[in-house]
C-alpha cells in the first residue's frame, strides 16, 4: 500500500517538515510506504489573483533539506511545461522521485513524454473529462518511465461539481496496466466553486477513503495541511493534519483481501 501525502502547495520549509515528519510516522505504523507531495507552483488557478507557491529553486532547495532531515523521503511534485521537466532534470535530479502530470495536462503528449524520458516514475493525474478506458490512450505516450501511475480525482458532474465513479475505478483497476491512485482529497472538490477560488467538502474525504479500500484501491493520494482553512489554495477539500492518523487507520482497517 502506498500513499501521497503533503500540502496543496510548498508554503514554508518548517511546515513541510512537519507534515512530512507525521505523515512519515503514521504510514509508519501501519507498514504503508510513504511519499511526500508538494507543488514548487500551481500554475492552474481559478483567478490571477491566486497564490501559486515558492517557485523552483526555493522549492527544491527546501526539498533538499526535507531529505537530510528524513532521509527515506520520496518526493513528487507537478511539472507543467518541458522547461521545468529540463530544469528538474539538470539541477534536481537527486530530489525529485516522481514526476506528476496535473489533471488537465494529461492529454497534452509533448508534456508526457518528456517526463516518462527522464527515466522516473510518473504520476499522471486522470483529466475530470476522461473516460476510464480512454487512459490506455495516455499510456501509450509513456515509453521510458520507471513506472507509470494512473491517478483518479473525481469526473466532472455539471458546473462546479466533481462526482466519484466506483465503477471507473473498479473498470481501471481490472483492465488498465498501470498502479491506480486514489486521490480522494481532489475528488471532493468544486472546481471554482468559490468564484475565484474552488470550493470544496473535507468531510467527505473519511467515507470515500473507506470505500476506495474496500474496493480495493492500495495506493491513495491525501492533501492535508495544519490550518485548511487558511491554505492558500485547495483549503476547503484538504484533510486536516491532525486528522490523517484517522483516516489511514480506516483505509487499513477497510482494506479489501480478496
Not at 533538499?64 to 534536481?92: M, Q, R
Not at 493525474?125 to 505516450?141: C, E, H, M, R
Request: include cysteine.
Amino acid at each position: 500500500m502506498r500513499i501521497i501525502a503533503g500540502p496543496c502547495q510548498h508554503e514554508t520549509l518548517e511546515q513541510s517538515l512537519d507534515i512530512a515528519k507525521e505523515c512519515s510516522r503514521v504510514c509508519k505504523k501501519y507498514d504503508i510506504e510513504y511519499i511526500f507531495k508538494a507543488s514548487f507552483d500551481k500554475a492552474n488557478r481559478s483567478s490571477i489573483h491566486g497564490k501559486r507557491g515558492q517557485g523552483l529553486q526555493v522549492t527544491m532547495e527546501d526539498f533538499a533539506s526535507l531529505k537530510k532531515e528524513i532521509p527515506s523521503l520520496k518526493i513528487i511534485t507537478d511539472v507543467h511545461n518541458i522547461n521545468e521537466i529540463l530544469k528538474i532534470g539538470a539541477y534536481y535530479n537527486d530530489i525529485i522521485d516522481v514526476l506528476q502530470i496535473p489533471a488537465f495536462l494529461c492529454r497534452q503528449t509533448d508534456l508526457v513524454k518528456a517526463a516518462c524520458k527522464t527515466g522516473k516514475i510518473v504520476n499522471i493525474k486522470k483529466g475530470q473529462f476522461l473516460a476510464p478506458w480512454d487512459v490506455n490512450n495516455i499510456l501509450s505516450k509513456t515509453e521510458g518511465a520507471k513506472e507509470v501511475w494512473i491517478t483518479e480525482r473525481g469526473t466532472s458532474f455539471g458546473y462546479n461539481t466533481l462526482v466519484v465513479d466506483y465503477t471507473g475505478l473498479d473498470y481501471m483497476l481490472n483492465n488498465i496496466d498501470a498502479d491506480i491512485v486514489f486521490d480522494v482529497t481532489h475528488s471532493v472538490q468544486k472546481p471554482g466553486g468559490h468564484g475565484t477560488s474552488s470550493g470544496g467538502n473535507r468531510d467527505y474525504v473519511p467515507g470515500l477513503a473507506r470505500s476506495g479500500s474496500a474496493l480495493g484501491i492500495r495506493n491513495f493520494f491525501l492533501e492535508v495541511h495544519h490550518d485548511p482553512d487558511n491554505a492558500p489554495s485547495d483549503g476547503p477539500n484538504a484533510l486536516h493534519l491532525k486528522d490523517f492518523e484517522k483516516v489511514v487507520d480506516e483505509i487499513h482497517r477497510y482494506s479489501y483481501s480478496g
